[in-house]
């Protein structure tokens, strides 16, 4: 690619980007819908910049971007405020997260007649959530914390996870796109069987690299004393993209691997409390620069995969699939998704249950697996798999992204008036103090 072409693709998306965060900003809306509309006008609209372009681009985007948005969310997620809400949290994230996707390829392939793995491909693609666009409206509206946490804390898990299932989904379509473990499992115990199997080896193998990288991380810093910039930033990166490296060598989730690495240095001071206070403080300091660092590429590279989205694709498809599309996604938004919620009842009351099924706004992780079954079916030439369905996939999934994010983010203050109770800032210091007592108590 020549370097004026690279120039000009960077520049049109960063200030597509720009303008599109001063209108969100202007008009209190969501910018998801405004980054992909502002890439459909550089690409398939005004073809300023050229599909083939943005789809190569794209391919490589997707892969940084996700790393980096992955091993960033796993550095915010508080273990304290994780073990308060562990059984919803581990419902959605398990039970919850396999029925959306079943449900979600059931009625994809009713409506569009395909094959039920090709249903179930979107599905994984389409089943993990993102409510970054809504945590500004749940503060602005006082949404109760405990249901704010939920739903992020949610989302920090499945976004990785359903990263796994599509990669089940892709080595049942095409196995040979997915290395000879799974054809290996297959042989031994028939195509289901293996996909399970194949499922609890990419999270449980993820999960101990994750550990281990996270845990090697922790004990460089300390060591080392990398504590400044640049260093620290630098050995993050470092750090991140080693165990995703890691992880996909050994035929796991890379990006699994970088969630939870995330986690362990985010919450250094729950596994590490026999440390002496001052070396605490000094890894605390230099973990809260490379955070804020790593934000800002997690931001840059949330513009460049929605960008690069709208531009690679081809509106007819877009169009040819509208109506079913909305149909589709309306489905998972009101059918989907509040039934499989339906187990958290245990722990929460109806209204509240019925809040957090009805906020679950898809985003950056679909978007960014979006391309991949066109990506796919263009290099494996599957019989299952074709361009044809790979194309329907990835209008469907843009169209889903768009209608949640748009629906999901109108309708808080009409669902936070009509099911849940007020809550002011004095309500949540004195519910802190409360908990503070009873567990010094």
């Known amino acids: 690619m020549a370097v004026d072409v690279m120039a000009r693709v960077l520049v049109a998306v960063l200030g597509s980007g720009i303008i599109a965060m001063l209108i969100s900003r202007r008009y209190n809306i969501s910018y998801v819908p405004l980054f992909i509309i502002a ?47 562990l059984p919803t949290i581990a419902t959605l994230d398990t039970v919850g997260l396999l029925i959306t996707a079943l449900l979600s390829a059931w009625f994809f392939s009713f409506v569009f007649h395909a094959p039920f793995l090709i249903g179930f491909l979107f599905g994984a693609i389409i089943s993990a959530t993102d409510p970054a666009t809504l945590i500004p409206l749940f503060r602005q509206y006082r949404v109760k914390q405990d249901i704010e946490t939920t739903i992020v804390t949610e989302s920090i898990f499945n976004d990785p996870l359903g990263i796994v299932l599509t990669a089940v989904a892709v080595a049942m379509l095409v196995p040979q796109a997915s290395g000879g473990l799974f054809a290996s499992f297959s042989s031994h115990m028939g195509v289901y069987g293996a996909a399970v199997v194949y499922f609890l080896y990419e999270v449980v193998v993820s999960i101990i690299v994750g550990i281990a990288v996270g845990a090697f991380g922790y004990w460089f810093i300390k060591k080392t004393r990398i504590f400044e910039f640049p260093e620290i930033e630098i050995f993050s990166l470092f750090l991140a993209f080693t165990g995703f490296m890691i992880g996909e060598s050994l035929q796991a989730s890379g990006y699994l691997v970088a969630t939870v690495t995330g986690i362990i240095l985010g919450n250094y001071k729950v596994f590490s409390k026999k440390e002496k206070p001052q070396v605490l403080n000094r890894v605390m300091k230099a973990i809260e620069k490379e955070v804020h660092f790593n934000e800002s590429l997690a931001a840059i ?105 748009i629906t999901e983010t109108l309708w808080v203050p009409f669902l936070k008036s009509k099911l849940l109770e007020h809550e002011t800032v004095e309500d949540r210091m004195r519910k802190y103090h409360e908990k503070k007592r009873a567990k010094a108590s």
């Open 301 to 405: 590279a949330t513009v460049f995969i929605f960008v690069l989205l709208g531009a690679s694709l081809d509106l007819k498809p877009l169009v040819d699939n509208l109506w079913g599309g909305i149909l589709v996604a309306y489905f998972i938004m009101l059918v989907a998704r509040p039934i499989a919620a339906l187990p958290i009842l245990k722990w929460w009351g109806p209204k509240e249950y019925l809040f957090i099924a009805l906020e679950g706004p898809r985003g950056v992780v679909p978007s960014a697996l979006a391309a991949l079954p066109l990506s796919l079916a263009m290099k494996y030439h599957s019989s299952t798999l074709t361009v044809y369905w790979g194309e329907v996939i990835l209008a469907v999934t843009v169209i889903t992204v768009l209608a949640s994010v």
């Open 39 to 85: 890439g459909m006008i550089l690409g398939p609209i005004a073809t300023l910049m050229p599909r083939n372009i943005a789809h190569d681009l794209f391919d490589y985007v997707r892969v940084f971007g996700l790393v980096m948005i992955l091993f960033t969310e796993g550095h915010n997620l508080s273990w304290k405020l994780l073990k308060r809400n």
